[in-house]
């Protein structure tokens, strides 16, 4: 089923599915591209018991809003493991080398890799509920690329092995009943189990066997119809507690394409946020999402002849991103620079409160308790630059407060952190630990950050004297007492 959702989002897969595939400076010789393949990898059975390999098995639950006709179509994406074998003619006869050079040109023995991608379905939620179980095979091939010399005589050839593929990709559906989110109504909703799962036959393998009988970057994109995917980051409150106990291994689905769609999934191997997207600038694809694009293309730029070369001789990918990164113009690299996007900007801020004045009035939960921002032109030019905090004095984080849950909380305030939302792995650590305010802060956009130390951490008093918080929204705290009076006026 045509789903222009689903065209879209296959924009951000793609960077999923290649995530690590090569990192700078792009060389085989470099050490970091000696251990691969780090991401979505669903190794042979037994291999990960056996130390050679990753656990055979993901899966993902989410939850499903279907109507009469709804049907799921189901896109397992993964690459599949290609050696290249440089093999060198002499004598009548090819033999293995670690690299070729014929003229100008060179090859270097490495490990490529090819994209798959299975499609299955349309199912009926019929078909859902009663489970099902796909077969995914993928055929292994050999293939030779023969090398000439000027003169036209065989000198090489490049010897690409693939090995096959078993797997199985599982689904299964059932619906919601009320009682299982707090006696709320859950009418219409349905909690889907997706699988995906190596089935090679089992035996003792080592650990380069291993690699070229896994799934690698596995990932999968579900598309619906006549039925829309609940957020599991930020579900609608009738859904909470169905989201809570949806379960994941080893992947996290996420809403795919643009913002407002709910028709497309994205169970991905990386923990992303919903409607993850690739930055319009970023036109060249340097397989490593998690470093800043303009600092590694300055890097490439810098490399000298001899490292670009081996990295063009290392993979036809590699030569890409050399080639790419010397094409690009002033213009475009200065797209790199300097992007600056407002995640708020649709967002109406509320009214703001004159300093203590919210108190007694029973301002609403997170509700900053400072004067408004002053707009940029409007405050007295000062020598200080606009980022430095004594360009403002409209806040003070140390004495600043922000209301939760009625209470009013500052500075040595006691919380308990509970992250949500965009919460990452080191935020979920933090879950249920109490903790002490150090600050409270407002950025330009109107959001409120409220800075902790874990009381808990051994290191507590050496972060707050280097200054290193940890720093949640308001909604992700729980007061356990009242801001200690400071007797300087400000709230408490």
């Avoid at 023969?146 to 593929?165: E, H, I, S």
């Avoid at 189990?193 to 650990?207: D, E, I, L, P, Y």
Wanted: glycine fraction near 8%.
């Amino acid at each position: 089923m045509m789903n222009p959702t689903l065209s879209l989002a296959r924009a951000i897969a793609d960077a999923v599915l290649y995530e690590g595939y090569l990192l700078y400076p792009y060389r085989a010789s470099s050490q970091k591209n000696q251990s691969r393949w780090q991401f979505g990898i669903l190794g042979p059975p037994g291999a990960a018991a056996a130390g050679a390999g990753e656990e055979s098995t993901m899966f993902a639950d989410t939850l499903l809003r279907s109507g009469p006709d709804a049907r799921l179509e189901v896109h397992l994406r993964f690459l599949q493991l290609q050696s290249r074998t440089c093999e060198k003619f002499d004598d009548g006869t090819f033999s293995p080398v670690p690299a070729l050079q014929i003229g100008a040109a060179r090859w270097l023995t490495w490990d490529e890799a090819t994209e798959q991608e299975i499609t299955l379905g349309p199912f009926t939620l019929d078909q859902l509920a009663g489970g099902l179980i796909t077969a995914v095979r993928v055929p292994g091939a050999e293939e030779t690329e023969l090398l000439y010399d000027a003169a036209g005589a065989a000198a090489g050839r490049l010897v690409r092995r693939r090995q096959p593929l078993l797997g199985e990709v599982r689904l299964g559906a059932s619906a919601l009943h009320d009682s299982a989110d707090g006696g709320e109504s859950v009418s219409g909703l349905l909690r889907l189990r997706v699988s995906a799962v190596n089935t090679a036959a089992g035996r003792t393998v080592q650990k380069q066997e291993a690699i070229a009988l896994s799934f690698i970057g596995t990932h999968l994109l579900l598309s619906v119809q006549d039925a829309d995917f609940i957020s599991l980051l930020d579900p609608p409150e009738n859904a909470r507690a169905a989201a809570a106990a949806c379960s994941q291994h080893r992947c996290w689905p996420v809403l795919a394409g643009p913002e407002g769609q709910s028709d497309v999934l994205l169970i991905s191997p990386i923990i992303l946020y919903d409607h993850p997207a690739v930055a319009p600038e970023s036109s060249v694809a340097l397989y490593d999402s998690t470093e800043i694009d303009e600092i590694l293309t300055l890097r490439v730029l810098t490399l000298t002849e001899d490292e670009k070369a081996e990295a063009r001789a290392t993979d036809p990918r590699a030569a890409a991103i050399i080639d790419r990164c010397e094409a690009m113009s002033d213009d475009q690299l200065q797209a790199l620079h300097g992007i600056l996007r407002n995640p708020h900007a649709e967002v109406a801020l509320e009214p703001d409160f004159e300093r203590g004045a919210g108190i007694l009035g029973g301002p609403r939960d997170g509700a900053a308790l400072t004067p408004a921002f002053p707009a940029l032109g409007d405050s007295p030019l000062t020598e200080a630059p606009w980022w430095d905090p004594a360009a403002d004095s409209s806040v003070r984080p140390e004495t600043d407060a922000v209301v939760i849950k009625g209470v009013p909380v500052a500075r040595g305030s006691r919380v308990v952190v509970m992250p949500r939302r965009r919460a990452d792995a080191q935020d979920l650590f933090s879950a249920g630990q109490s903790a002490r305010v150090t600050g409270v802060h407002f950025d330009v956009d109107g959001s409120t950050h409220v800075a902790v130390v874990i009381e808990a951490d051994p290191a507590a008093e050496l972060q707050e004297w280097y200054g290193r918080y940890l720093y949640f929204s308001p909604d992700e705290l729980e007061p356990l007492d009242p801001v200690p009076a400071t007797g300087n006026g400000k709230e408490t």
